[in-house]
Nanobody, 121 residues
Framework: QVQTVESGGGLVQAGGSLRLSCAAS????????MAWHRQVPGKQRELVAF???????DYVDSVKGRFTISRDNAKNTVYLQMNNLKPEDTAVYYC???????????????WGQGTQVTVSS
């Protein structure tokens, strides 16, 4: 089993910055890709940022130039640095880790519990 611990959300004014973290732990055999998603009530969850095993990244258009996804493989952790935050960034942010647990024969997607990001004004 793989567990994730997500943190870093909070309240910030427009133009401010936050850094989200999500650490995977447990019986991890291998981690493939990692990603951050976000969701607001009544709307579909959307992919915000993606990082591959090799470090290739991709972002939804609305955050390009403002958000940066990175990973620390030694710590099994993915980060999302969010700069120049806008009110429309307000959402619950979820990390997703595509990983294979020890003893498993396939990869699964593991979700964090979500962390609230609120951008005022």
């Amino acid at each position: 089993q793989v567990q994730t611990v997500e943190s870093g959300g909070g309240l910030v004014q427009a133009g401010g910055s936050l850094r989200l973290s999500c650490a995977a732990s447990g019986s991890i055999f291998d981690i493939n890709s990692m990603a951050w998603h976000r969701q607001v009530p009544g709307k579909q969850r959307e992919l915000v940022a993606f990082i591959s095993r090799s470090g290739d990244t991709d972002y939804v258009d609305s955050v390009k130039g403002r958000f940066t996804i990175s990973r620390d493989n030694a710590k099994n952790t993915v980060y999302l640095q969010m700069n120049n935050l806008k009110p429309e960034d307000t959402a619950v942010y979820y990390c997703n880790t595509n990983a294979r647990s020890s003893g498993a024969h396939y990869y699964q997607n593991y979700w964090g519990q979500g962390t609230q990001v609120t951008v005022s004004s």
